[in-house]
């Protein structure tokens, strides 16, 4: 079956560094979306990548899609408190009516 | 809107007990979701419904069942509570499959000793 990899699993960040999360998956995806789980909540849609090589940006946040969109990318610049949370991307196939989940990026931020 | 709306919010159970974990949208969402996550880890695809009277099975459907009678419902029920059922479960619901965002519940932690 599909499976969708995220690492790394855990990222610990000094405030105002950067860093990235990579997501890939076993096969082909017609689109990928990024959601964020504070601790103890639940998932939030952040956003959704729907083109081969697209790159989409919320503020901090700059999202990639793979040119084969196999792949995807999520770098926040500038890290804050406020970006502690889990990441997760989630896939589909075309025409699919199941959204499958990485395995997720869990971001502490150290002041 | 008060979106997808999940209860209880905290469950023990003991072994071998059974209960039905319920979820209800106001969104007038087709398609709705049952998603599990242990501890530290993602979320797994249990059951999904895209549409009253339709469900199929996601990844780990093993130990649970699913009905969905109406477009707002989509209850969860766990017929012999096992220790491996301890975990988060989501329930999440979107309009239309594929390029529609999920909206998820609260969730209900389930602990089954």
């Known amino acids: 079956g599909q499976q969708v990899m995220q690492i790394p699993q855990y990222q610990h960040v000094q405030e105002g560094e950067d860093f990235t999360t990579y997501c890939n998956s076993s096969t082909t995806l017609s689109n990928i979306q990024w959601y964020k789980q504070r601790p103890g909540g639940h998932p939030v849609f952040l956003i959704q990548?729907?083109?081969?090589?697209e790159v989409k940006k919320q503020k901090r946040l700059t999202f990639q899609f793979g040119e084969a969109k196999k792949n995807s990318s999520l770098h926040i610049t500038a890290t804050q408190t406020t970006d502690v949370g889990t990441y997760f991307c989630a896939g589909s196939r075309a025409a699919g009516n199941k959204l499958t989940f990485g395995g997720g990026t869990r971001v502490l931020v150290k002041p | 809107n008060a979106g997808v709306t999940q209860t209880p919010k905290f469950r023990i159970l003991k072994i071998g007990q059974s209960m039905t974990l319920q979820c209800t949208q106001d969104?007038?969402?087709?398609?709705m979701y049952w998603y599990r996550q242990d501890p530290g880890m993602g979320l797994k695809l249990i059951y999904y419904?895209?549409?009253?009277?339709?469900?199929d099975k996601g990844e780990v459907p093993n130990g649970y069942n699913v009905s969905r009678s109406t477009t707002e419902d989509f209850p969860l029920r766990l017929e012999l509570a096992a220790p491996s059922q301890t975990s988060v479960y989501f329930c999440?619901?979107?309009?239309?499959?594929?390029?529609?965002?999920?909206?998820f519940g609260s969730g209900t932690q389930l602990s089954v000793l």
């Open positions: 969104m007038n969402h087709n398609y």
């Open positions: 999440a619901s979107r309009r239309e499959s594929s390029s529609e965002k999920l909206f």
């Open positions: 990548l729907v083109k081969s090589g």
């Open positions: 419904s895209v549409g009253a009277g339709i469900t």
